[in-house]
C-alpha cells in the first residue's frame, strides 16, 4: 500500500481559468464593431450639438439621432452581453468589452437629450 503522507510531490492543476481563443475571438468581435460605432456616435453628438440653422436641416438631425440609436443600440448591448456573460476570454479584454459597452451606449441617449433640449421645435 502506498503511504499518502509520502515525501512525493504533488502534482495540481493551475487555478483559475484559462482563455481559449474562441473565447478571445467573441470578445475581439464586439470591439472591432464598437469602433465604427463609437465614431458615428460623436459624429451625430456633435451634429446634434452644433445644428445648422433652424429650417435648413429639414428634419435630418432627428433622423441622425435615430440612426445612432439604430446604429450603437445593438453594438452596445452585444458588447455588454459578451462582456457580462462570457467567462473564457481574458479578463482585460472583458472590462474593455464592459467599457466600450457603456461608452457606445451612452452616446444616443446624449445625442437624444441634446435633440430634446437645444433643438428647434
Not at 467573441?26 to 465614431?39: E, G, K, R
Request: overall charge positive; glycine content about 10%.
Amino acid at each position: 500500500m502506498d503511504n499518502a503522507s509520502g515525501q512525493e510531490p504533488v502534482v495540481a492543476s493551475p487555478g483559475g481559468k484559462r482563455s481559449t481563443r474562441v473565447g478571445l475571438l467573441f470578445q475581439i468581435i464586439p470591439l472591432v464593431l464598437a469602433v465604427p460605432a463609437v465614431a458615428w456616435g460623436v459624429f451625430i453628438v456633435w451634429a446634434t450639438a452644433f445644428p445648422p440653422p433652424c429650417g435648413d436641416s429639414s428634419g435630418l438631425v432627428p433622423l441622425g439621432v435615430v440612426e445612432c440609436w439604430f446604429v450603437d443600440l445593438p453594438v452596445g448591448l452585444l458588447a455588454l452581453g459578451i462582456g457580462s456573460f462570457l467567462k473564457k476570454g481574458s479578463r482585460r479584454l472583458r472590462r474593455i468589452c464592459l467599457v466600450a459597452a457603456a461608452v457606445v451606449l451612452f452616446l444616443p441617449i446624449t445625442a437624444s437629450i441634446i435633440l430634446h433640449r437645444w433643438h428647434c421645435p
